[in-house]
């Protein structure tokens, strides 16, 4: 039988050409079922997909859409800086202009370096924090994602201060046997390990409010636990605010914790929703990047001039006074909408924002870990999210992702948003 939804005819024909239809694999919808919708175009909170039916967008392409899509002021910096030139390969004054703003807005940072993807900011910053200190040991949590470079690509094996497994075929053991896999929020076991291995480790690096176990915050023992074993051993303590940074406040995760790391990494909303990511820190510790110093870092595509100019303009919105006060207070009333509207349906639900972000449980109690995560309901949220979907509203099509808000929701698509989870909690 030929299919009749475009959306089909789509993913057949992508399936076709590229592995499982996608070029990410969260939006094949394998972990929900169902086709995924293949966008045609967006505007402000909405996009319609290929048969024109439109969505309220809690994803704005996972994080970068802050603004909403299309905002007037970014098309138009797009539009200038595409006239000028794609790509040069030789260094702009926009590349410093972004770099001045994001080092006004994040004060942990002297220095930074301009990339194109936030799994390139990481992996970068891992490298280089492994040669300003010699050491080679790192420190990452189970349910944290650090994009997918081959020594990030691992998960806990049993028992404690623990050495990692990789998670994906093609990462051969020997690679992530330098990367010390713990659980999130354990500060029995943090303390443990640098004990055991404090002389050797480089860094540690977490995402201090979690976005890709769904929403899980570093708990505030936990997170100056962190600052001062680093501290105290010699070691670099690195916020990967791909997702938290200027999403979750304008100075991201470490200003919401009040903690200074030594590296910050950068993604998403900085590029606006073009390729661009960053990493950054101190001087003592940036100057150890090629050229001035002997760790090796490149790329073709940094800084291209396109993707500056749509960051240098998010960021310029973005900055402007009473932008997260207002987004903050948006977020918050679409989960205490969505709180009040399970709980009067009797449905198990937890859920937490902070900014742009917030994340969702069908568990009584906000989880402190992965293992905890996991234990929500993945059939009732199945039933939730295409329930959503058939309602135009446009959920992560996983229970361990994170959701957005931009600044171009208004008060009624949240109403609607919250009505419409609320006929399907009555059938939960
Ligand atoms: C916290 C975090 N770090 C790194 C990455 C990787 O970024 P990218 O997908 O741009 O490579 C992501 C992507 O979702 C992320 O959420």
Same mark, same amino acid.
């Given at each position: ?62 994080g970068?859409?802050i603004l ?30 972004l770099?001045e703003a994001i080092l006004a807005l994040v004060p942990s940072m002297?220095?930074v ?32 994602? +650090? *994009? !997918?470079?081959? #020594?990030? =690509? /691992? ?12 998670? $994906? @075929? ?26 055991? +291995? *404090? !002389?050797?480790? #480089?860094? =540690? /690096?977490?995402?201090a409010i ?8 570093? $708990? @505030? ?18 916020f990967?605010e791909?997702m938290t940074g200027f999403r979750v406040g304008a100075r991201g995760a470490q200003g919401v914790l009040g903690i200074t790391p030594?590296?910050t990494?950068l993604?998403k909303v900085i590029?606006g ?5 960053a990493?950054g ?30 960051g240098l303009?998010t960021l310029k919105e973005v900055a402007k006074p009473g932008f997260f006060e207002a987004l903050s207070k948006?977020t ?22 902070e900014g742009g972000m ?47 808000v931009s600044a ?21």
């Amino acid at each position: 039988m030929p299919h009749t939804d475009q959306n089909e005819v789509l993913f057949e024909r992508a399936r076709a050409v590229i592995p499982g239809g996608v070029n990410s694999p969260v939006r094949a919808f394998r972990a929900v079922g169902g086709t995924p919708r293949f966008v045609k175009r967006a505007q402000g909170a909405y996009f319609w997909d290929a048969t024109d039916k439109r969505f309220i967008d809690y994803i704005g392409s996972w994080g970068p859409m802050i603004l909403g899509h299309g905002h007037p002021a970014v098309v138009e910096a797009v539009q200038r800086a595409v006239t000028e030139g794609f790509s040069f390969g030789a260094p702009t004054e926009r590349e410093i202009e972004l770099a001045e703003a994001i080092l006004a807005l994040v004060p942990s940072m002297e220095m930074v370096r301009l990339v194109s993807s936030g799994t390139e900011a990481a992996m970068s910053a891992l490298r280089l924090a492994r040669g300003a200190t010699g050491r080679k040991y790192i420190i990452k949590f189970e349910g944290c994602y +650090h *994009g !997918h470079a081959d #020594a990030l =690509l /691992v998960k806990a094996g049993s028992g404690l201060a623990t050495f990692g497994n990789p998670t $994906s @075929a093609g990462v051969p053991p020997e690679v992530v046997q330098h990367t010390l896999v713990l659980e999130y929020n354990n500060i029995a076991q943090l303390e443990e390990t640098f004990a055991l +291995h *404090g !002389h050797e480790i #480089a860094c =540690l /690096v977490i995402e201090a409010i979690a976005g890709n176990m769904n929403f899980v915050r570093a $708990s @505030a023992a936990f997170a100056k636990r962190c600052r001062e074993l680093c501290t105290q051993n010699g070691a670099l303590l690195v916020f990967d605010e791909v997702m938290t940074g200027f999403r979750v406040g304008a100075r991201g995760a470490q200003g919401v914790l009040g903690i200074t790391p030594d590296l910050t990494v950068l993604g998403k909303v900085i590029g606006g929703g073009m390729p661009l990511a960053a990493f950054g820190g101190p001087r003592a510790i940036m100057e150890h990047l090629a050229p001035l110093g002997p760790v090796y870092q490149a790329g073709t595509l940094s800084g291209n001039p396109v993707a500056t100019a749509c960051g240098l303009a998010t960021l310029k919105e973005v900055a402007k006074p009473g932008f997260f006060e207002a987004l903050s207070k948006k977020t918050r009333a679409l989960v205490e909408g969505l709180e009040a509207a399970a709980k009067a349906e009797g449905v198990p639900f937890s859920a937490d924002s902070e900014g742009g972000m917030f994340g969702f449980f069908l568990l009584d109690a906000l989880p402190q870990n992965y293992t905890a995560v996991m234990k929500s309901d993945g059939a009732k949220f199945n039933t939730l999210f295409h329930g959503l979907l058939d309602r135009g509203v446009y959920i992560a099509p996983a229970l361990y992702e994170a959701g957005f808000v931009s600044a171009a929701h208004s008060d009624d698509d949240i109403a609607a948003t919250i009505e419409a989870a609320r006929q399907i909690f009555a059938t939960l």
